[in-house]
């Protein structure tokens, strides 16, 4: 199993990113799938989660109405698209894929700085 995310960089405040998330070695379609970021210092954090269909979406509550994640089962991708983004959202971004309550597969991470 391989997730591949992208779409990091930097990024002013109030500006906006969208981050991809590749997966490769699964039948993506039925795995729910969830990012998750950790800021230097601090714990993982839950960002939100995505069910199979995509009918089903939930956020963490730090990023309720700024964020919005979506999924393309026939390309295997699920994204993240970060809206009026704050210095507090600066961190490393994870994609993980979601089976029931448990997170099994994870991917390497994508840096995400907002500054001036």
């Known amino acids: 199993v391989q997730l591949q995310a992208s779409g990091g960089g930097l990024v002013q405040p109030g500006g906006s990113l969208r981050l991809t998330c590749t997966a490769s070695?699964?039948?993506?379609?039925?795995?729910?799938m969830a990012w998750f970021r950790q800021a230097p210092g601090k714990e993982r954090e839950f960002v939100g989660s995505i069910s199979t269909s995509g009918n089903n979406i939930k956020y963490g509550e730090s990023v309720k109405g700024r964020f919005t994640i979506s999924r393309d089962n026939a390309k295997s991708m699920v994204y993240l698209k970060m809206d009026s983004l704050k210095s507090e959202d600066t961190a490393i971004y994870y994609c993980?894929?979601?089976?029931?309550?448990?997170?099994?597969?994870w991917g390497q991470g994508t840096q995400v700085t907002v500054s001036s």
């Open positions: 993980a894929t979601k089976w029931g309550s448990t997170y099994p597969n």
């Open positions: 070695g699964i039948t993506f379609r039925n795995y729910g």
